[in-house]
């Protein structure tokens, strides 16, 4: 998909890596617990700020996980709303950057530098805890810390990957995606769930280019807890344990694709491997997956995806074929045939497989189509088989 952060200059890299390096608290300040702050302003920067929620039962006698948030639009506090109960129920400081937005990343690079020295001064903070989050351009941000610093325990992405959105093997944290039905970032997630081998999760909801409900968001810290236990960063809470795999295997049971079921039972089983016995779930998922409609159920989705990202780059092509005389014409025709046909799809009445890819490919195609394109045909296209009112 398209990149919304710029690559990031080395020495802007350095010094926010150096500054997330040796965290040692001085002390809490005198803020309120149990409330969102909206403005907290950074004692070495005063230009910097953060929205901040300290859990109700916060003291400097134990240290406390830390997720920083970043939002493509500087909102910091609805970063902070959005894991408030979460954080509340297990312990989380978090901390929205009112500054970063998209646009140039060393804006970004100085947010989360000041954040950092800001709240490993004011706060007790435990660094073997600490997480990044944002959203769309803001999920760019988080990735690009994280990636350049071996200390960052997990990323929890929603509506976009990485600053260059190219899908990577492994990385070296824990990776939560989230993406919408109708996100026009859904195949870029999709990518990155696919090609990931270390620890990662990926929850779809229904819905667009957002921020993931509540219980998805909940969901990602307490995914994020499983992974703590399992890499030793927190001490294993078999209670806890239980309870999530009991959440699991509830949701497994209300699974009404068979397809679907085998994708979470996979997922239970690299979740709670060597937390508790997973071998019945790896045996189910094991059996499902050979049976001759699922492994087609399975077949059918990757090439879907596969055709979405074909049907993308294919039109992106296409856009480049404006800028030249002597293809433009035929480029042109060729994409008010394919804007024609998925508007088509787009406005059915009833909701589908087909209905959502076809949201998803027009929305991707407008957003930042007049930086790909100036021909103003073309432009005008986009207006006439836009989703307003869809």
Known sequence: MIPIVSRAPRILVVAVLLALCGASAEGAQDLARGIIIDDVKCAADRGESYALYLPSTYSIDRKWNLLIAFHPG????LMVEKYQAAAEQYGYIVAGSNTS?????????????AMWGDLRQRFSIDAQRIYMTGLSGGAR???????????????????????????????PFAVFGTTGTEDFNYIEMRQLDRKLTSPHYLSVFNGGHTLPPHAVALEAIEWMELQAMTSGRRTRDDALVDRLLEKRRQLIAASTSAGDTVHLLEALVSDFNGLRDVSPEAKRAKDLSKQPDVKKALARERVADDTEARMLGDIFDLEAG???????????????????????????????????QARRVLRAITVGAAGRAADREYLKLLEQYGLRGR
Do not use: F
């Open 141 to 171: 941000v988080a990735m690009q810390v994280a990636l350049g610093n071996n200390n960052i325990a997990g990323v929890i992405a929603s509506s976009a990957g990485y600053p260059d959105s190219q899908p990577r093997a492994t990385v």
């Open 322 to 356: 404006l800028a030249d005389e002597n293809r433009h014409g035929a480029s042109l025709i060729a994409l008010r045939e394919r804007l024609s046909k998925l508007a088509q799809k787009a406005g059915a009445n009833d909701d589908s497989p087909e209905r959502s």
């Open 74 to 77: 500087a909102r910091g506090r």
């Open 101 to 113: 937005r998209n646009g140039p990343w060393s804006v970004s690079a100085a947010a989360a530098q």
